[in-house]
Protein backbone atom coordinates (compact mmCIF):
# COMPACT_ATOMS: atom_id res chain seq x y z
CA UNK A 1 0.00 0.00 0.00
CA UNK A 2 1.31 3.20 -1.01
CA UNK A 3 0.59 7.27 -0.17
CA UNK A 4 -1.98 6.97 -2.91
CA UNK A 5 -4.04 4.11 -2.19
CA UNK A 6 -3.86 5.41 1.68
CA UNK A 7 -5.81 7.94 0.90
CA UNK A 8 -8.37 6.64 -0.65
CA UNK A 9 -8.32 3.54 1.79
CA UNK A 10 -8.12 5.76 4.20
CA UNK A 11 -11.23 7.99 3.05
CA UNK A 12 -13.12 4.46 2.99
CA UNK A 13 -12.56 3.48 6.60
CA UNK A 14 -13.69 6.87 7.65
CA UNK A 15 -16.77 6.20 5.76
CA UNK A 16 -17.00 2.65 7.10
CA UNK A 17 -16.25 3.63 10.95
CA UNK A 18 -19.07 6.32 10.59
CA UNK A 19 -21.40 4.13 8.79
CA UNK A 20 -20.98 1.69 11.91
CA UNK A 21 -21.40 3.93 13.98
CA UNK A 22 -24.41 5.84 13.22
CA UNK A 23 -26.03 2.43 12.74
CA UNK A 24 -24.45 0.62 15.51
CA UNK A 25 -28.10 0.28 17.31
CA UNK A 26 -29.47 -1.52 14.40
CA UNK A 27 -26.60 -4.48 15.09
CA UNK A 28 -27.98 -7.19 18.13
CA UNK A 29 -25.65 -5.97 20.68
CA UNK A 30 -24.65 -8.77 21.84
CA UNK A 31 -23.41 -11.66 19.42
CA UNK A 32 -24.94 -15.01 19.03
CA UNK A 33 -22.49 -17.15 18.62
CA UNK A 34 -20.44 -20.48 20.60
CA UNK A 35 -17.05 -20.43 21.78
CA UNK A 36 -14.10 -21.45 18.90
CA UNK A 37 -16.60 -19.88 16.21
CA UNK A 38 -13.95 -18.02 14.71
CA UNK A 39 -11.27 -20.30 13.44
CA UNK A 40 -13.40 -22.32 11.08
CA UNK A 41 -13.72 -18.98 9.42
CA UNK A 42 -9.77 -18.19 8.40
CA UNK A 43 -7.48 -20.33 7.59
CA UNK A 44 -4.74 -22.30 9.74
CA UNK A 45 -1.85 -20.17 8.45
CA UNK A 46 -0.62 -16.47 7.33
CA UNK A 47 -1.57 -16.22 3.47
CA UNK A 48 1.60 -16.75 1.75
CA UNK A 49 0.84 -13.84 -1.14
CA UNK A 50 -0.55 -10.52 -0.07
CA UNK A 51 -4.61 -10.17 -0.17
CA UNK A 52 -6.51 -8.11 -1.20
CA UNK A 53 -8.10 -4.87 0.95
CA UNK A 54 -11.46 -5.85 -0.71
CA UNK A 55 -11.34 -9.20 0.81
CA UNK A 56 -10.07 -7.93 4.05
CA UNK A 57 -13.25 -5.88 4.89
CA UNK A 58 -15.70 -8.72 3.56
CA UNK A 59 -14.11 -10.82 6.39
CA UNK A 60 -14.67 -7.97 8.71
CA UNK A 61 -18.75 -7.92 8.26
CA UNK A 62 -18.05 -12.13 7.61
CA UNK A 63 -15.49 -13.50 10.47
CA UNK A 64 -15.55 -10.10 12.80
CA UNK A 65 -18.65 -8.00 13.21
CA UNK A 66 -20.80 -11.09 14.01
CA UNK A 67 -18.47 -12.03 17.41
CA UNK A 68 -18.42 -8.73 18.31
CA UNK A 69 -19.95 -7.09 21.08
CA UNK A 70 -20.99 -3.67 20.53
CA UNK A 71 -19.81 -1.37 23.59
CA UNK A 72 -21.05 1.74 21.77
CA UNK A 73 -24.26 0.50 20.71
CA UNK A 74 -27.27 2.60 22.87
CA UNK A 75 -28.47 -0.71 23.98
CA UNK A 76 -25.35 -1.66 25.85
CA UNK A 77 -26.00 -1.34 29.21
CA UNK A 78 -23.05 -3.33 30.80
CA UNK A 79 -19.91 -2.81 32.81
CA UNK A 80 -18.63 1.41 32.23
CA UNK A 81 -18.52 3.18 29.38
CA UNK A 82 -16.00 2.61 26.60
CA UNK A 83 -16.77 6.13 25.53
CA UNK A 84 -15.38 7.34 22.24
CA UNK A 85 -15.37 10.21 20.62
CA UNK A 86 -14.62 11.77 17.13
CA UNK A 87 -11.90 13.76 18.07
CA UNK A 88 -10.26 10.98 19.72
CA UNK A 89 -10.64 8.78 16.92
CA UNK A 90 -8.76 11.11 14.69
CA UNK A 91 -5.83 11.76 17.62
CA UNK A 92 -5.69 8.35 18.09
CA UNK A 93 -4.83 7.88 13.95
CA UNK A 94 -2.57 11.10 14.11
CA UNK A 95 -0.84 9.02 17.11
CA UNK A 96 -0.45 6.02 15.08
CA UNK A 97 0.94 8.00 12.15
CA UNK A 98 3.50 10.00 14.28
CA UNK A 99 4.48 6.31 15.85
CA UNK A 100 6.81 8.06 18.18
CA UNK A 101 7.89 6.18 21.33
CA UNK A 102 8.38 8.65 24.33
CA UNK A 103 10.46 7.00 27.04
CA UNK A 104 12.02 10.10 27.54
CA UNK A 105 11.69 13.80 27.31
CA UNK A 106 14.88 13.54 24.11
CA UNK A 107 12.99 10.37 22.34
CA UNK A 108 10.36 12.99 21.81
CA UNK A 109 10.00 16.12 23.29
CA UNK A 110 6.21 17.15 22.25
CA UNK A 111 5.21 13.52 23.62
CA UNK A 112 6.45 14.13 26.78
CA UNK A 113 5.56 17.92 27.19
CA UNK A 114 1.87 17.96 25.77
CA UNK A 115 1.21 14.65 28.06
CA UNK A 116 2.55 16.96 31.46
CA UNK A 117 0.22 19.84 30.28
CA UNK A 118 -3.21 17.85 29.40
CA UNK A 119 -3.08 16.38 33.18
CA UNK A 120 -2.34 19.49 34.58
CA UNK A 121 -5.51 20.91 32.51
CA UNK A 122 -7.27 17.74 34.12
CA UNK A 123 -6.06 18.08 37.23
CA UNK A 124 -7.15 21.80 37.43
CA UNK A 125 -10.51 20.82 35.78
CA UNK A 126 -10.87 18.47 38.68
CA UNK A 127 -9.83 21.66 40.70
CA UNK A 128 -6.96 19.50 42.58
CA UNK A 129 -5.26 21.09 44.91
CA UNK A 130 -1.93 22.83 43.73
CA UNK A 131 0.25 19.97 44.99
CA UNK A 132 -0.84 17.22 42.63
CA UNK A 133 -0.08 20.02 39.53
CA UNK A 134 3.20 19.93 37.79
CA UNK A 135 3.37 23.31 36.54
CA UNK A 136 6.93 24.53 35.95
CA UNK A 137 8.30 24.00 39.38
CA UNK A 138 5.49 21.62 41.63
CA UNK A 139 6.82 18.61 43.11
CA UNK A 140 3.28 16.42 42.19
CA UNK A 141 2.12 15.80 38.79
CA UNK A 142 0.51 13.19 36.93
CA UNK A 143 1.00 10.24 34.12
CA UNK A 144 -1.05 8.21 31.84
CA UNK A 145 -0.82 4.63 32.68
CA UNK A 146 -2.38 1.54 30.66
CA UNK A 147 -5.41 0.39 32.48
CA UNK A 148 -6.84 1.14 35.94
CA UNK A 149 -5.43 -1.75 37.35
CA UNK A 150 -2.24 -0.93 36.23
CA UNK A 151 -1.96 2.45 37.74
CA UNK A 152 -2.94 0.90 41.25
CA UNK A 153 -0.02 -1.18 40.92
CA UNK A 154 2.57 1.17 40.28
CA UNK A 155 0.98 3.17 43.55
CA UNK A 156 1.57 0.37 45.33
CA UNK A 157 4.70 -0.89 44.43
CA UNK A 158 5.70 2.89 44.98
CA UNK A 159 3.98 2.87 48.30
CA UNK A 160 6.06 -0.27 49.22
CA UNK A 161 9.63 1.23 47.90
CA UNK A 162 9.03 4.45 50.20
CA UNK A 163 8.18 2.65 53.00
CA UNK A 164 11.10 0.33 52.52
CA UNK A 165 13.21 3.18 52.43
CA UNK A 166 11.83 4.80 55.82
CA UNK A 167 12.55 1.95 57.61
CA UNK A 168 16.00 1.49 56.17
CA UNK A 169 16.85 5.18 57.75
CA UNK A 170 16.15 4.24 61.11
CA UNK A 171 17.13 0.40 60.91
CA UNK A 172 20.07 0.27 58.29
CA UNK A 173 20.79 -3.58 59.41
CA UNK A 174 17.64 -5.38 58.22
CA UNK A 175 17.41 -6.30 54.06
CA UNK A 176 14.28 -5.10 51.88
CA UNK A 177 13.47 -8.74 52.18
CA UNK A 178 13.18 -8.59 55.61
CA UNK A 179 11.29 -5.24 55.44
CA UNK A 180 8.98 -6.41 53.03
CA UNK A 181 7.79 -9.61 55.04
CA UNK A 182 6.54 -7.05 57.01
CA UNK A 183 5.05 -4.50 55.37
CA UNK A 184 0.97 -4.85 55.25
CA UNK A 185 -1.45 -3.33 52.84
CA UNK A 186 -5.12 -2.43 54.14
CA UNK A 187 -8.32 -3.09 51.86
CA UNK A 188 -11.94 -3.46 52.14
CA UNK A 189 -13.81 -5.38 49.77
CA UNK A 190 -12.86 -3.07 46.94
CA UNK A 191 -9.34 -3.49 47.23
CA UNK A 192 -8.77 0.02 48.13
CA UNK A 193 -10.18 3.24 48.65
CA UNK A 194 -12.48 4.19 46.15
CA UNK A 195 -14.45 6.69 44.90
CA UNK A 196 -17.41 4.85 42.33
CA UNK A 197 -17.02 1.29 43.22
CA UNK A 198 -17.35 -1.26 40.16
CA UNK A 199 -20.37 -3.12 41.50
CA UNK A 200 -22.66 -0.18 43.11
CA UNK A 201 -20.43 2.90 42.19
CA UNK A 202 -20.30 3.81 46.10
CA UNK A 203 -17.82 6.09 47.36
CA UNK A 204 -15.65 5.59 50.55
CA UNK A 205 -15.31 8.30 53.15
CA UNK A 206 -12.12 9.86 52.70
CA UNK A 207 -12.86 12.94 54.80
CA UNK A 208 -12.04 10.21 57.64
CA UNK A 209 -9.54 7.53 55.81
CA UNK A 210 -6.97 10.46 55.13
CA UNK A 211 -6.40 11.95 58.25
CA UNK A 212 -6.21 8.50 60.03
CA UNK A 213 -3.37 7.39 57.32
CA UNK A 214 -1.48 10.53 57.90
CA UNK A 215 -1.47 10.22 61.22
CA UNK A 216 0.01 6.30 61.04
CA UNK A 217 2.73 7.62 58.25
CA UNK A 218 0.80 5.56 55.00
CA UNK A 219 0.43 5.90 51.73
CA UNK A 220 -2.79 6.41 50.58
CA UNK A 221 -4.18 5.50 47.34
CA UNK A 222 -7.83 6.21 45.82
CA UNK A 223 -9.44 4.64 42.91
CA UNK A 224 -11.67 7.17 41.31
CA UNK A 225 -11.51 5.03 37.81
CA UNK A 226 -15.42 5.33 37.12
CA UNK A 227 -16.45 8.26 38.81
CA UNK A 228 -13.38 10.34 38.85
CA UNK A 229 -13.45 12.38 35.92
CA UNK A 230 -17.23 13.28 36.63
CA UNK A 231 -15.75 15.26 39.47
CA UNK A 232 -15.19 18.24 36.76
CA UNK A 233 -18.78 19.11 37.45
CA UNK A 234 -18.99 21.42 40.35
CA UNK A 235 -22.25 19.35 41.77
CA UNK A 236 -20.25 16.45 41.51
CA UNK A 237 -16.82 17.86 43.24
CA UNK A 238 -17.71 17.26 46.61
CA UNK A 239 -17.00 13.87 46.51
CA UNK A 240 -13.55 14.46 45.66
CA UNK A 241 -13.34 16.79 48.62
CA UNK A 242 -10.52 15.38 51.42
CA UNK A 243 -8.03 14.57 48.33
CA UNK A 244 -5.25 16.75 50.29
CA UNK A 245 -4.77 13.79 52.46
CA UNK A 246 -4.00 11.51 50.13
CA UNK A 247 -0.69 10.49 48.18
CA UNK A 248 -1.73 9.05 44.84
CA UNK A 249 -5.42 9.11 42.72
CA UNK A 250 -6.27 6.93 39.82
CA UNK A 251 -9.20 7.94 37.43
CA UNK A 252 -10.20 6.68 33.93
CA UNK A 253 -10.17 9.71 31.55
CA UNK A 254 -12.32 7.28 28.86
CA UNK A 255 -15.58 6.44 31.28
CA UNK A 256 -17.04 9.92 31.00
CA UNK A 257 -14.67 11.83 28.77
CA UNK A 258 -14.92 10.80 25.73
CA UNK A 259 -11.63 9.47 24.79
CA UNK A 260 -11.22 6.07 23.16
CA UNK A 261 -9.73 3.62 25.88
CA UNK A 262 -7.29 2.02 23.08
CA UNK A 263 -4.82 2.02 26.48
CA UNK A 264 -4.63 5.54 26.97
CA UNK A 265 -6.17 7.12 29.88
CA UNK A 266 -6.09 5.96 33.04
CA UNK A 267 -3.86 8.56 35.05
CA UNK A 268 -2.17 8.16 38.35
CA UNK A 269 -1.84 11.38 40.11
CA UNK A 270 0.50 12.37 42.82
CA UNK A 271 1.53 14.77 45.23
CA UNK A 272 5.71 14.06 44.95
CA UNK A 273 6.57 12.43 41.65
CA UNK A 274 9.92 11.47 43.72
CA UNK A 275 7.78 8.64 45.20
CA UNK A 276 7.35 7.07 41.90
CA UNK A 277 10.42 7.90 40.18
CA UNK A 278 12.35 6.57 42.94
CA UNK A 279 10.32 3.52 42.96
CA UNK A 280 11.05 2.50 39.03
CA UNK A 281 13.96 4.61 37.92
CA UNK A 282 15.91 3.07 35.03
CA UNK A 283 18.71 5.12 33.77
CA UNK A 284 20.56 2.77 31.13
CA UNK A 285 23.19 5.07 29.39
CA UNK A 286 21.51 4.15 26.20
CA UNK A 287 18.55 6.78 27.47
CA UNK A 288 20.38 9.16 28.94
CA UNK A 289 20.69 12.56 27.70
CA UNK A 290 21.46 15.84 28.45
CA UNK A 291 18.33 17.78 29.54
CA UNK A 292 17.54 15.34 31.79
CA UNK A 293 18.42 16.62 35.16
CA UNK A 294 16.20 19.72 33.76
CA UNK A 295 13.42 20.50 36.27
CA UNK A 296 11.26 21.51 33.68
CA UNK A 297 12.20 17.71 32.10
CA UNK A 298 9.71 14.34 32.84
CA UNK A 299 11.18 11.46 31.73
CA UNK A 300 8.34 9.07 31.91
CA UNK A 301 9.86 5.68 31.80
CA UNK A 302 10.40 6.42 35.34
CA UNK A 303 6.88 6.57 35.81
CA UNK A 304 5.46 3.40 34.46
CA UNK A 305 6.54 -0.60 34.32
CA UNK A 306 6.60 -0.67 30.69
CA UNK A 307 9.60 1.16 28.70
CA UNK A 308 7.79 2.44 25.57
CA UNK A 309 4.77 4.27 25.71
CA UNK A 310 2.83 6.13 22.86
CA UNK A 311 1.51 9.94 22.19
CA UNK A 312 -1.85 8.99 24.12
CA UNK A 313 -1.89 12.62 25.03
CA UNK A 314 -2.86 13.76 21.73
CA UNK A 315 -6.41 12.51 22.95
CA UNK A 316 -6.95 14.56 25.59
CA UNK A 317 -5.61 17.44 23.86
CA UNK A 318 -8.06 17.10 21.04
CA UNK A 319 -11.18 16.29 22.74
CA UNK A 320 -10.61 19.40 25.69
CA UNK A 321 -9.76 21.58 22.36
CA UNK A 322 -13.34 20.48 20.38
CA UNK A 323 -15.23 19.93 23.92
CA UNK A 324 -14.89 22.22 25.98
CA UNK A 325 -15.33 21.97 29.47
CA UNK A 326 -18.90 23.12 29.55
CA UNK A 327 -19.16 20.53 26.49
CA UNK A 328 -17.57 17.59 28.74
CA UNK A 329 -19.71 18.76 31.52
CA UNK A 330 -23.04 18.35 29.62
CA UNK A 331 -22.34 15.08 28.28
CA UNK A 332 -21.82 13.99 32.23
CA UNK A 333 -24.99 15.53 33.07
CA UNK A 334 -27.23 13.83 30.09
CA UNK A 335 -25.84 10.10 31.54
CA UNK A 336 -26.02 10.93 34.99
CA UNK A 337 -29.92 12.25 34.00
CA UNK A 338 -30.59 8.49 31.79
CA UNK A 339 -29.32 7.07 35.10
CA UNK A 340 -32.14 8.95 36.90
CA UNK A 341 -34.93 8.43 34.43
CA UNK A 342 -34.34 4.50 34.34
CA UNK A 343 -34.09 4.53 38.21
CA UNK A 344 -37.60 5.90 38.20
CA UNK A 345 -38.79 3.67 36.01
CA UNK A 346 -37.68 0.83 38.48
CA UNK A 347 -39.16 2.53 41.11
CA UNK A 348 -42.55 2.93 39.58
CA UNK A 349 -42.75 -0.70 39.62
CA UNK A 350 -43.36 -2.43 42.93
CA UNK A 351 -41.84 -5.81 41.76
CA UNK A 352 -38.74 -4.30 41.76
CA UNK A 353 -36.28 -2.87 44.28
CA UNK A 354 -33.58 -0.09 44.15
CA UNK A 355 -30.13 -1.48 45.47
CA UNK A 356 -27.89 1.04 45.86
CA UNK A 357 -28.06 4.50 45.85
CA UNK A 358 -27.78 6.23 41.73
CA UNK A 359 -25.43 8.76 42.60
CA UNK A 360 -23.89 9.18 38.57
CA UNK A 361 -24.84 6.65 35.68
CA UNK A 362 -25.03 3.31 37.47
CA UNK A 363 -28.52 2.05 38.41
CA UNK A 364 -28.30 -1.03 40.63
CA UNK A 365 -31.80 -2.88 41.25
CA UNK A 366 -33.29 -6.65 40.87
CA UNK A 367 -36.46 -8.45 41.03
CA UNK A 368 -38.03 -8.77 44.72
CA UNK A 369 -37.23 -12.45 45.33
CA UNK A 370 -34.30 -14.87 45.36
CA UNK A 371 -31.39 -14.86 43.59
CA UNK A 372 -32.31 -17.24 41.38
CA UNK A 373 -35.44 -15.43 40.34
CA UNK A 374 -32.98 -12.50 39.20
CA UNK A 375 -30.51 -14.68 37.35
CA UNK A 376 -33.13 -15.99 34.96
CA UNK A 377 -33.94 -12.85 34.40
CA UNK A 378 -30.67 -12.10 33.06
CA UNK A 379 -30.25 -15.13 31.45
CA UNK A 380 -33.43 -14.01 29.40
CA UNK A 381 -31.72 -10.47 29.28
CA UNK A 382 -28.72 -11.76 27.76
CA UNK A 383 -30.39 -14.38 25.27
CA UNK A 384 -32.35 -12.03 23.72
CA UNK A 385 -29.64 -9.75 22.40
CA UNK A 386 -31.76 -6.56 22.56
CA UNK A 387 -30.06 -5.36 25.46
CA UNK A 388 -27.44 -6.08 27.36
CA UNK A 389 -26.75 -6.12 30.92
CA UNK A 390 -24.24 -7.94 33.67
CA UNK A 391 -24.48 -8.63 37.33
CA UNK A 392 -22.84 -7.66 40.88
CA UNK A 393 -23.32 -8.72 43.91
CA UNK A 394 -23.83 -7.13 47.08
CA UNK A 395 -24.14 -8.09 50.16
CA UNK A 396 -24.88 -11.57 49.23
CA UNK A 397 -27.77 -10.77 47.01
CA UNK A 398 -27.75 -11.00 43.15
CA UNK A 399 -28.31 -7.69 41.62
CA UNK A 400 -28.31 -6.20 37.67
CA UNK A 401 -26.33 -3.49 36.91
CA UNK A 402 -27.57 -0.62 34.33
CA UNK A 403 -25.24 1.59 33.17
CA UNK A 404 -25.56 4.18 31.12
CA UNK A 405 -22.84 3.57 28.60
CA UNK A 406 -22.73 4.48 24.48
CA UNK A 407 -22.55 8.52 23.49
CA UNK A 408 -25.17 8.25 21.25
CA UNK A 409 -27.81 7.02 24.18
CA UNK A 410 -31.11 8.66 24.27
CA UNK A 411 -34.49 9.15 26.56
CA UNK A 412 -36.11 6.50 23.90
CA UNK A 413 -33.51 4.11 24.69
CA UNK A 414 -33.79 3.99 28.32
CA UNK A 415 -37.61 3.58 27.52
CA UNK A 416 -37.04 0.81 25.15
CA UNK A 417 -34.70 -0.90 27.54
CA UNK A 418 -37.07 -0.92 30.41
CA UNK A 419 -40.27 -2.41 28.49
CA UNK A 420 -38.02 -5.10 27.11
CA UNK A 421 -36.66 -5.81 30.84
CA UNK A 422 -40.77 -5.57 31.95
CA UNK A 423 -42.19 -7.66 29.21
CA UNK A 424 -39.43 -10.30 29.77
CA UNK A 425 -40.52 -10.64 33.48
CA UNK A 426 -43.97 -10.88 32.98
CA UNK A 427 -43.12 -14.13 30.86
CA UNK A 428 -40.52 -15.03 33.82
CA UNK A 429 -43.21 -14.93 36.13
CA UNK A 430 -45.40 -16.73 34.19
CA UNK A 431 -43.63 -19.96 34.01
CA UNK A 432 -44.75 -22.64 36.36
CA UNK A 433 -41.32 -22.57 38.80
CA UNK A 434 -42.28 -18.94 39.30
Known amino acids: MDAEEFRRRGKEMIDYVAEYL ?6 PVYPDLEPGYLRSLIP ?12 IMKDMERVIMPGITHWHSPYFFAYFPAASSYPAMLADMLSTAIGCIGFSWAASPACTELETVMLDWLGKMLQLPESFIAGTDGQGGGVIQGTASEATLMSLLAARCKAVRRVQTYTSDKSEVEIFSQLVAYTSEQVCATLGTTPSCAFDQ ?11 N ?3 HIDAAYAGSAFICPEFRPLLNGIEGHSTVGLNGFWYLKIFFCLSTPVNRVKKRT ?11 YLKHENQE ?9 WQIPLGRRFRSLKLWFVFRMYGLQGLQAHIRKQVALAKEF ?24 LKGSNELNQNLLKKIT ?3 EIHLVPCQLSGRFVLRFVICARTTESRHIQQAWQHITQLTFELLQEPNH
Open 22 to 27: ENVEQR
Open 44 to 55: SEAPLEPESYED
Open 206 to 216: ITELGPICNGE
Open 218 to 220: MWM
Open 275 to 285: DIIGAFKMDPL
Open 294 to 302: SGLVTDYRH
Open 343 to 366: ESLVRADKRFEICAEVVLGLVCFR
Open 383 to 385: NSR
